[in-house]
């Protein structure tokens, strides 16, 4: 069993590291359509920083998030953009500044991806309590958020809280996140 939970926490860990490209694209475009259409210089540097990201050029990608942030120290993307490429290069401690720093911009609390950033980047330093924290905001702003009850299932599994996090792979693969009954089927089963 332990080599299982091994081989899923190398798997999350690898998962976090390697799909964010695909979902950057996806989070991005349901902040767009959140966010007014912006124009102005910081968003052009964001949107070359996102061309950058996109291309795993993560160091280019945060000196253009920067310079986004210098033009507008108030664009929420520019600060969750720089955190997923940071996280990329595993500067967890700095991502995880710049989530909570899009987090402290947004007083509504309606990012949910921010959230699931920084929980992300949180589980990553072995913060697997704040990292639930973090999916509970993100699941309460969207309670159909699928991933964040996947990524909360994994990091309540690896707080020995095997009940909840077999419930969360279920809700995750009940609301379309199907790998999560991969993991129903090799942590959840009584053996």
Same mark, same amino acid.
């Given at each position: ?6 081989? &899923?926490?190398?798997? $999350? ?15 991005? /475009?349901?902040? $767009? ?18 061309? #950058?990201? +996109?291309? %795993? ?39 995880? =500044? !710049?989530?909570? @720093?899009?987090?402290?911009? /947004?007083?509504?609390?309606?990012? #949910? ?7 992300? $980047?949180?589980?990553?330093?072995? !913060? ?8 509970? @905001? =993100?699941?309460?702003?969207?309670? @159909? ?10 990091? #309540?599994?690896?707080?020995? !809280? ?6 969360? +792979? ?6 379309? &996140? ?6 129903? @089927?090799?942590?959840?089963?009584? %053996?």
């Amino acid at each position: 069993m332990k080599k299982i939970f091994n081989i &899923y926490l190398l798997g $999350a860990i690898l998962m976090f590291m390697g799909i964010n490209t695909t979902l950057f694209a996806q989070e991005n /475009n349901e902040q $767009a359509t959140e966010n007014t259409v912006d124009n102005s210089e910081a968003a052009k540097l964001n949107k070359e920083g996102e061309t #950058k990201y +996109f291309a %795993k050029e993560y160091k280019e990608a945060i000196v253009l998030f920067n310079k986004s942030i210098q033009k507008d120290s108030l664009y929420l993307k520019a600060y969750i953009n720089r955190g997923k490429a940071k996280r990329e290069l595993l500067d967890l401690r700095g991502a995880n =500044a !710049d989530f909570k @720093k899009a987090i402290e911009l /947004n007083p509504k609390e309606k990012d #949910k991806d921010a959230y699931l950033s920084r929980g992300n $980047a949180k589980f990553l330093t072995g !913060d697997y309590q704040g990292s639930i924290q973090d999916y509970d @905001k =993100a699941i309460e702003i969207d309670h @159909k958020y699928s991933e964040a009850y996947y990524r909360r299932g994994i990091s #309540k599994y690896n707080t020995s !809280d095997k009940d909840g996090a077999c419930l969360d +792979f279920s809700k995750a693969g009940e609301l379309g &996140y199907y790998k999560a009954y991969d993991m129903i @089927k090799d942590l959840c089963r009584d %053996k």
